[in-house]
């Protein structure tokens, strides 16, 4: 992509509809953008690099460095490159001051796959210049679960037919303690909602479950264990 400029001015163009007058230059690595006039339209002036191949279904992470001579806002999108222009995605308002700075955004792709789409930067409405650096598109990556060891705490919110038959005390801070010494970063509790809800219509839920998880947040936070609360069943429905 070029987007270090590296390559000089290479893969970047400019789109200027008149009375538009822009002009570009690499300077020390950073790309500048001069506008002499920008006209009426924020697409009078666009910098942009076409050939991106943008597949479907897929999610991608924008970045890039950016700064103005003044204060200033600034867009960029990800186009189908021919009429009818379809818009793929849109970072509107992007504020620029007087000072580097690093925008990232990301965005799915929900059209179809498109291995010439364009990437643009919309500059009109403004005389002040731009300064571009580090612009890259690329796949964004899974994130990444904080956790890695855990144990279940079966049998503590589930598996009985009325919560007064829940045993409360099965599980205390003494074993959230017990899991973190055993090198555990997250404790799952499994709650069998079914049986923590009231009558129809409201199906409201106990308060006493609200107590209980309190309690268990309070212990995991104070030992910095992740808590993970899965509803095994609800009213209607059985989760495998």
């Not at 490159?81 to 379809?86: A, L, Q, R």
């Not at 650096?133 to 956790?147: G, K, S, T, Y």
């Not at 079966?154 to 045993?167: K, T």
């Given at each position: 992509m070029n987007g270090d400029f590296s390559n000089n001015k290479t893969g970047w163009d400019f789109s200027v509809k008149?009375?538009?007058?822009?002009?570009?230059?690499?300077?020390?690595?950073?790309?500048?953008?001069?506008?002499?006039?920008g006209s009426t339209e924020s697409c009078h002036v666009q910098l942009l690099q076409s050939g991106l191949f943008i597949e479907n279904g897929k999610t991608y992470l924008i970045s890039l460095d950016a700064y103005a001579e003044k204060p200033r806002k600034i867009s960029l999108s990800v186009q189908l490159?021919?009429?009818?222009?379809?818009n793929y995605y849109t970072f509107r308002n992007i504020n620029l001051n007087t000072t580097w700075k690093t925008f990232r955004t990301t965005?799915?792709?929900?059209?179809?796959?498109?291995?010439?789409?364009?990437?643009?930067?919309?500059?009109?409405?403004?005389?002040?210049?731009?300064?571009f650096?580090?612009?890259?598109?690329?796949?964004?990556?899974?994130?990444?679960?904080?956790?890695k060891r855990g144990v279940n705490f079966?049998?503590?919110?589930?598996?009985?037919?009325?919560?007064?038959?829940?045993?409360f005390n099965r599980y205390t801070k003494k074993n959230f303690k017990e899991a973190k010494s055993l090198g555990c970063d997250h404790i799952r509790v499994p709650i069998d909602l079914f049986y923590m809800t009231g009558p129809a219509p409201d199906y409201l839920l106990n308060?006493?479950?609200?107590?209980?998880?309190d309690q268990a947040i309070d212990w995991a936070e104070e030992l910095e264990l992740h808590l993970i609360l899965g509803a095994c069943r609800t009213q209607r429905f059985l989760f495998l």
């Open positions: 008149a009375p538009a007058q822009v002009t570009g230059s690499v300077v020390t690595g950073e790309y500048i953008v001069t506008i002499t006039n490159n021919s009429d009818p222009w379809t965005f799915t792709m929900h059209n179809p796959t498109d291995s010439k789409a364009r990437f643009l930067f919309d500059l009109g409405l403004s005389d002040i210049d731009v300064h650096d580090n612009i890259r598109v690329a796949l964004a990556e899974a994130p990444q679960a904080p956790f079966a049998d503590w919110l589930e598996n009985f037919r009325h919560i007064s038959q829940m045993n308060p006493l479950l609200f107590l209980i998880l």
